[in-house]
């Protein structure tokens, strides 16, 4: 028997500035496809003409990786437009120029991240919930930004879609939330594997370039209010009057839409206090640097309020470093009971794995990836693959 064809699935981009969680969760997913599941899987990704050029080149350069770049994906720049989207797609049922575009490159099945493409799609569709961050933390959402992320969610329920979810703590706020869920739901906990062209960067020049010393903590999140950075500020501020001087790398996008504020007020506050060496922002940085800066780190601190299934967390415990991390269902769950927890008001108990970590710690320690992660990447991969067989079986039978 011919075998079967790659399901041809349609990804948006993820812009990195935007998102840099999502925009790696699919650069690792297209990279271990291809690696673990040669010829299942064709990922066609559809980018805004706008999109970084560098970063679209990263993803096309992965084996198998079609990209489309269309006007009609690119990103609204203002929450109207993006409101002005969603209630199109569902007054009109269908995304149509997206639809048409769909057509065109005979996809097969779409991928829906954060942008639904209507309620008479004429394809099966997985809708990825990465978490519920707008549930769990509504303060952090003006009244119409919740409720377009909810309607978001609530529309995909009702058109049918296929719920892909990271973590089992995840499904229980699903069950929670939308209690009469009838849908196909999965959960698909994922492994990350990096290229080895990312890890060939040698991490004590890349120390050195940002004029780090050899011990630090990394810090790799958005400056988005949810992640939390003023609780390590507060834990250094500890550490300082405690008479140790600890350093915390922070790297990320400053950028939140929702706070434009959110950065320089908090940097102005690292300097009131006198923590401008003690933490350091080092802006977005190359892939490459995260990594060798991951890898020679005396800790990865996550501080989050809120978590789907944490990219930062997973890269961390592909090298066996050791983690500060807040005290969520899904980071104990991720991480099986294997790191530090603190409460996300505790800034004393964050000081204090500080202290006992920056105290044991080897700075001379450069870690490489450990055994267990192809067997975790491969179960990964297995997982999402037999999702879309699922999916696409399913929506033969109708």
């Not at 009702?158 to 973590?167: E, P, Q």
């Not at 920056?358 to 990836?369: E, F, G, I, N």
């Amino acid at each position: 028997m011919p075998e079967a064809a790659p399901v041809r699935i349609a990804f948006t981009n993820i812009p990195r500035r935007l998102w840099a969680g999502g925009y790696n969760y699919q650069r690792n997913l297209f990279d271990t496809l291809n690696r673990y599941a040669p010829g299942a899987v064709t990922p066609v990704l559809f980018a805004g003409t706008a999109d970084d050029a560098e970063e679209i080149a990263a993803l096309a350069g992965i084996p198998a990786v079609e990209v489309v770049r269309s006007p009609v994906f690119d990103h609204a720049a203002t929450g109207l437009a993006r409101a002005t989207d969603l209630a199109r797609a569902i007054a009109f049922g269908l995304d149509g120029p997206a639809v048409a575009e769909f057509r065109i490159r005979k996809i097969d099945l779409v991928f829906e991240s954060a942008r639904f493409f209507g309620w008479r799609l004429p394809l099966p569709a997985v809708a990825w919930f990465p978490d519920f961050q707008h549930r769990l933390l509504p303060h952090l959402f003006s009244r119409s930004a919740y409720w377009r992320r909810d309607i978001g969610f609530r529309v995909q329920l009702a058109s049918g879609r296929h719920i892909m979810l990271s973590s089992a703590t995840a499904l229980g706020d699903l069950k929670r939330f939308y209690p009469s869920l009838s849908n196909g739901v999965s959960v698909v906990r994922f492994a990350t594997e990096p290229p080895a062209g990312l890890l060939t960067t040698n991490p004590s020049e890349v120390i050195a370039s940002y004029g780090l010393p050899p011990s630090y903590f990394y810090l790799p999140n958005q400056f988005w209010r949810h992640k939390n950075h003023q609780l390590v500020v507060d834990a250094l501020g500890l550490l300082k009057r405690r008479g140790l001087d600890v350093v915390v790398a922070a790297s990320g996008s400053p950028l939140d839409f929702r706070e434009p504020d959110l950065f320089d007020t908090m940097m102005r506050e690292v300097d009131a206090r006198g923590l401008e060496k003690n933490f350091r922002h080092l802006g977005m940085i190359p892939l490459d640097h995260v990594y060798a800066l991951l890898r020679a780190s005396v800790a990865l601190i996550n501080p989050s309020e809120c978590e789907g299934w944490s990219t930062t967390v997973e890269e961390a415990k592909s090298f066996g470093v050791p983690m500060l991390l807040s005290d969520l269902d899904v980071h104990r769950e991720q991480t099986e009971g294997r790191a530090r927890y603190f409460g996300i008001r505790d800034s004393a108990a964050l000081a204090d794995h500080m202290a006992e970590a920056a105290q044991s710690a080897d700075p001379a320690t450069v870690r490489r990836l450990l055994p267990d992660v192809e067997q975790r990447v491969k179960a990964f991969v297995a997982d999402f693959v037999r999702l879309t067989a699922d999916v696409m079986q399913n929506a033969g039978k109708r």
